[in-house]
C-alpha cells in the first residue's frame, strides 16, 4: 500500500467505527458485532503507530484512556454553571407560570425533559473536535476532566455534520446505567470489597479518577440538555437538542417521550405524573423533571436569577420517607470480616414494599445521627439500592435513652474488632475461628463461578458446619459418602451427588480455584489475570510486593491483600492441604502450551442454556482453542452454539444471515 492509500485506510476505518459507536452508544441499535468492532479498531491502531501523522486527533483509538492526570486543573467556566430553582406541587408551577407571565406578552411554549440524577459537566467542542470537558466545580470554576470525558462512548470526539458552530458548548448529565451500577457492585461483591451505595456518587468518584483507562472500561454514559454559545444558528431550546442530536450528542427524543412540547400546565403536569409512575422502567436515575421556556428571545425577555435561569424549573419527585420505630441494631459479620450495622424496624411500607430493615453502614453513621434504639427514625428511598436513615425524631426520644454503644467484639466469635486506618467499618479479624466469615468463605468457593459444586449449596454448608463435619474449604474433600448419609434428610442420591460433585471439582481449572479460595480484592478477573502471569500457586505466593504489581491490571491493594494472605500460616496450611487432595494449583498443560489451534479463525456466538456446560465453560472452550467469541451475531459469524431457550430476536437474525447454528454436541464433535 502506498502512503497516500494508509492515509486513506486511516480515515475510512476511522469513519467507520466512529459511525459504529455513534449507532451503539447513542442510537442504541447495533450494527457491528463486538468482535469485528475490535478488529477495526486493532487495525487502526497499528496503522496510526506505523504513520502517526496521518492519526486523526479525534481518532477512536482515544476512547481507550491511557492518559494519567497528576492534578487536576482548575478552569474558569466561560458562562457560569447554574442550578435550577425546585418545585415540588402542581400548584409551584403554576406559580412559576405565574411569575414568568408578568413578564413576557407572547404565548409561551415549554420543553419538559427528564431531571437526570448524575454529574452535571460542559464540554466545549472547536471546529467539530471535543476541547475541553469541566466538571460544574462551584459553578463559576470547575474541574479540567477530558481525558476521562474522552473516553465515554456516547460523547462524540468529533461531530457529524458541517452545521455546527465553530466553537460552543453542550452540557450534560453523566451517570451509570442502573445496569452497569448493579454489575460494577456485583464485581465489587464478588471481590470481597464494599458496595457503592449510590450510582451518582459513584459516578462522581469515576470522573475524578486519575487513570483514564480505568475510566473508558467503566461504561458511563451521557444525556445533554443544554447548548451554549454566541450567535448559535437556532431559536428554541428544542432545535437545540434536535440539531445537537444530528451532530452525534445523545439527546432525549420525542420517541421514547423523553422530551415533550407543551403549551398548559396541565401538559406539563401529565408528562410530570407519567414519569412519576414509570421512571422505575427507565435504564438511568431520574429525580425530576425540567421545565424550560422553549422560545430563546423569550428566555432572554425573562432573564436571570442569582444562582437560576427565572425561564426554567426543576420538578422535584419525592423522595419517599416515613417514620418508624427503630427495634433493634444488629451487627452482620460478612465472609470478609468486616462488620455491617443493621436496622431492624417495625414494618413500614415504603414505595410500595414493605421494610423492615435498613443499613446503618457503619458506626461513624450511628454517631453522626445519633441514633439510637426505641427512636422513632425516618427512612428514606432515594437514589440508593438499599434504603437508609435518613434521621431522627428527637422529640419523640425517651428520656432515659443512651447513645448507642457500637460493640467492641465480633457478635458471633466475640474476638474483638479493629478498624483501620481509612477503613470505613469495623472488622472481625478471626478469619478462621469466625462462624459466617467460615461459612461466609465456604459458599464462595463452591459457587457457580469458582467450584461449582454440583449438590452443595448454601443450606448444606451451613448444616456441615454446625454438625462439625467441615470447618474449612479442605475438610469438603474428607467428607465421606456414610457422613452425610447419616445427616438427617439426606438420602442416597443427594449424599451420592455431593461426593461425585467433590471428586468432579478436582478438575477445575487453576484460575477458578485461585477465585475460590477468596482473597480479597481477588475477583474473577483478577484471578484469571494472576493464574495466566505466574502460572502456578507457589509463583504467586513466592512473588514480592514488585513482583505482583508489575503484573497486567494488579495494583498495589490487590497485591498487599495477596501478600497479607499468604503470609498467614493457615492459608498457606490451607493451600497445601488442598494441593493434597488433587486440586489444580497450576495452569494446566493445555493452558501452558495455549491450548490448540482448533477453533482459530472462527467467530462463536453461544445463546441459551446447555446441559453438559455453563456458559462461561463453553466460552472458556472457546478461546482455549483458539477461537472467538461474539456477543452478538453478525455475517461473520462462524457458528451460533445453541442450548435451551435461545432469544427468538438472536434466532431470526441467525436465520437472515444465514449462521449456522449448532447444538454442544454438534459443537464437540467439531472440536475433535
Ligand atoms: S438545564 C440553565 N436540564 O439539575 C439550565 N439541568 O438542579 C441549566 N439537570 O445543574 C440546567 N437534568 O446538573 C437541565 N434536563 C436537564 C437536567 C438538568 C438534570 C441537573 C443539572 C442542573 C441541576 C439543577
Not at 179 to 202: C, I, Q, T
Not at 411 to 435: I, M
Not at 519 to 542: S, W
Request: with cysteine; hydrophobic share 35%.
Amino acid at each position: 500500500m502506498t502512503k497516500e492509500a494508509k492515509r486513506l485506510k486511516i480515515e475510512e476505518i476511522s469513519n467507520q467505527l466512529r459511525t459504529h459507536n455513534h449507532n451503539y452508544y447513542v442510537l442504541s441499535e447495533s450494527t457491528i458485532s463486538d468482535y469485528d468492532f475490535d478488529m477495526l479498531l486493532e487495525e487502526l491502531q497499528k496503522l496510526e503507530e506505523q504513520f502517526p501523522e496521518f492519526a486523526f486527533e479525534a481518532s477512536p483509538t482515544k476512547r481507550v484512556g491511557g492518559e494519567i492526570t497528576k492534578n487536576f486543573k482548575t478552569v474558569k467556566h466561560k458562562s457560569r454553571m447554574l442550578s435550577l430553582g425546585n418545585s415540588y406541587s402542581k400548584e409551584d408551577i403554576e406559580a412559576f407560570e405565574t411569575r414568568i407571565k408578568k413578564l413576557v406578552e407572547n404565548e409561551l411554549e415549554y420543553i419538559c425533559e427528564l431531571k437526570y440524577d448524575g454529574v452535571a459537566i460542559g464540554i466545549t467542542y472547536k471546529k467539530g473536535k471535543l476541547f475541553q470537558a469541566l466538571t460544574r466545580g462551584d459553578g463559576v470554576q470547575g474541574d479540567d476532566i477530558t481525558a476521562n470525558v474522552k473516553t465515554i462512548r456516547s460523547i462524540p470526539l468529533q461531530l457529524k455534520g458541517d452545521d455546527y458552530p465553530d466553537e460552543f458548548e453542550i452540557r450534560g448529565e453523566l451517570f451509570y446505567p442502573k445496569d452497569v451500577f448493579e454489575n460494577l457492585n456485583k464485581e465489587r461483591e464478588e471481590a470481597g470489597e464494599d458496595l457503592y451505595a449510590n450510582a451518582r456518587n459513584s459516578a462522581s468518584g469515576t470522573l475524578k479518577m486519575l487513570d483514564s483507562r480505568i475510566v473508558a472500561k467503566r461504561k458511563l454514559d451521557c444525556y445533554l440538555y443544554f447548548v451554549l454559545g454566541d450567535n448559535l444558528p437556532f431559536k428554541t431550546h428544542y432545535d437545540s437538542i434536535k440539531k445537537a442530536g444530528q451532530w452525534g450528542f445523545k439527546v432525549p427524543t420525542e420517541k421514547h417521550q423523553l422530551i415533550k412540547k407543551c403549551t398548559t400546565i396541565d401538559e406539563v403536569f401529565d408528562f410530570i405524573t407519567y414519569w412519576a409512575k414509570e421512571r422505575g422502567n427507565l435504564n438511568f436515575e431520574i429525580d425530576g423533571i425540567v421545565i424550560k421556556v422553549n422560545d430563546y428571545a423569550r428566555q432572554e425577555e425573562i432573564g436571570f436569577t442569582a444562582k437560576t435561569p427565572k425561564w426554567a424549573i426543576a420538578y422535584k419527585f419525592k423522595a419517599e420517607k416515613v417514620a418508624t420505630k427503630l427495634l433493634e441494631i444488629t451487627y452482620q459479620v460478612g465472609r470478609t470480616g468486616a462488620i455491617t450495622p443493621v436496622a431492624n424496624l417495625e414494618p413500614v411500607l415504603l414505595a410500595g414494599t414493605t421494610i423492615r430493615r435498613a443499613s446503618l453502614h457503619n458506626a461513624d453513621q450511628i454517631e453522626k445521627l445519633d441514633i439510637r434504639v426505641n427512636d422513632t427514625v425516618f427512612v428514606e428511598k432515594g437514589g440508593e439500592i438499599i434504603p437508609k436513615i435518613v434521621g431522627v425524631e428527637l422529640t419523640q426520644r425517651d428520656m432515659f435513652s443512651v447513645p448507642t454503644d457500637y460493640i467492641k467484639v465480633c457478635p458471633k466469635c466475640e474476638t474483638a474488632l479493629v478498624r483501620k486506618e481509612g477503613d470505613a467499618k469495623h472488622f472481625c479479624p478471626n478469619e478462621w475461628g469466625c462462624a459466617p466469615q467460615i461459612s461466609g468463605k465456604m459458599q464462595h468457593f463452591i459457587s457457580r463461578k469458582a467450584m461449582n459444586i454440583d449438590g452443595l449449596g448454601e443450606e448444606t454448608i451451613d448444616l456441615l458446619y454446625e454438625q462439625d463435619l467441615a470447618k474449612n474449604i479442605a475438610d469438603l474433600y474428607e467428607l465421606t459418602f456414610d457422613q452425610l448419609f447419616e445427616l438427617e434428610s439426606f438420602k442416597e442420591k443427594k449424599s451420592k451427588n455431593i461426593i461425585e460433585g467433590l471428586i468432579t471439582s478436582k478438575q477445575i481449572p487453576f484460575e477458578r480455584v485461585l477465585y475460590g479460595i477468596g482473597i480479597r480484592f481477588v475477583g474473577e478477573t483478577v484471578a484469571k489475570k494472576l493464574a495466566k502471569q505466574f502460572k502456578n500457586i507457589d509463583n504467586i505466593i513466592n512473588a514480592s510486593l514488585e513482583e505482583l504489581v508489575s503484573a497486567d491490571e494488579i495494583g498495589d491493594k490487590i497485591a498487599e491483600s495477596i501478600l497479607q494472605f499468604f503470609s498467614t500460616e493457615s492459608n498457606v496450611e490451607l493451600i497445601n492441604n488442598l494441593k493434597a487432595h488433587g486440586l489444580q494449583f497450576e495452569l494446566s498443560e493445555d493452558q501452558l502450551a495455549n491450548s490448540t489451534t482448533k477453533l482459530e479463525g472462527f467467530i462463536f456466538v453461544v445463546s441459551g442454556v446447555f446441559s453438559k456446560f455453563s456458559r462461561d465453560e463453553l466460552k472458556n472452550l472457546i478461546e482455549q482453542n483458539g477461537g472467538k467469541v461474539s456477543g452478538s451475531i453478525s455475517k461473520k459469524t462462524s457458528y451460533i452454539v445453541a442450548g435451551e431457550n435461545m432469544g427468538p430476536s438472536k434466532l431470526a437474525k441467525a436465520e437472515k444471515l444465514e449462521v449456522s447454528i449448532i447444538n454442544e454436541d454438534q459443537f464437540l464433535d467439531i472440536l475433535s
